[in-house]
């Protein structure tokens, strides 16, 4: 499969930044967040604020963003843009908790 590019891009971003925009997924309500091209994350916040940077992004511009991705577990996810901090549904089974 190509790389989407172009207006294939646009589109499929536009999407993932619609389905990260309510911040929780439906059903469950685990927490979402947008997977970047560089492998940072973005809270849905950002994601909707830059919603039109995402889109025009070219690959390997940093607002490149690869998928929406729901954060089951692990220590939370920190915002590469805001710094915002992401739980993840199951919490850390690492960590102290
Ligand atoms: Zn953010």
């Known amino acids: 499969m190509r790389p989407p ?3 294939d891009y646009a589109q499929r971003a536009a999407a993932m930044v ?3 925009a309510p911040r929780f997924a439906w059903p469950g309500g685990y927490p979402l967040a947008l997977l970047m091209a560089d492998g940072a ?3 849905p916040a950002c994601a909707v604020d830059h919603a039109q940077a995402i889109a025009a992004a070219e690959p390997f511009d ?3 963003a690869e998928g929406a991705f729901i954060h089951w ?3 939370p996810l ?3 843009h805001c710094g915002a901090s992401v739980e993840s549904a199951h919490g850390d089974p ?3 908790a």
């Open 94 to 96: 690492g960590g102290e």
């Open 18 to 20: 619609a389905e990260v």
């Open 41 to 43: 994350a973005l809270c």
């Open 62 to 64: 940093c607002w490149r």
């Open 5 to 7: 590019t172009g207006a």
């Open 78 to 80: 920190v915002c590469a």
């Open 73 to 75: 577990e692990g220590p």
